[in-house]
């Protein structure tokens, strides 16, 4: 059973910044698309940004030149660095593949104040 474990959440200020950790726990060589989502209170999960195998990204409108998607295939480790963060961007938020996604881990908060 593959597990996925977020973390690096945490309660900050409007316009700062915070970097999300994911770590799988078997090989992400044969991921080709892994993805960041969040879900707000009330709201239906969200994909945030996906990147590929070969480091190709994608984010979402809202969160476009703020949010940065990486992955470290050797240490199995996906990153989101989050600049500029808005009351808007509080949810929690998970890592899953982009295709045939796996259970969904526990994800970790991330709570700006205005």
């Known amino acids: 059973q593959v597990q996925l474990v977020e973390s690096g959440g945490g309660l900050v200020q409007a316009g700062g910044s915070l970097r999300l950790s994911c770590a799988v726990s078997r090989s992400i060589f044969s991921i080709n698309t892994i993805g960041w989502y969040r879900q707000a209170p009330g709201k239906q999960r969200e994909l945030v940004a996906r990147?590929?195998?070969?480091?190709?990204?994608n984010n979402a409108d809202s969160v476009k030149g703020r949010f940065t998607i990486t992955r470290d295939n050797a240490k199995n480790m996906v990153y989101l660095q989050m600049n500029s963060l808005r009351p808007e961007d509080t949810a929690v938020y998970y890592c899953?593949?982009?295709?045939?996604?796996?259970?969904w881990g526990q994800g970790t908060q991330v709570t700006v104040s205005s």
């Open positions: 990147i590929s195998i070969t480091g190709s990204t």
């Open positions: 899953n593949k982009y295709v045939n996604s796996l259970d």
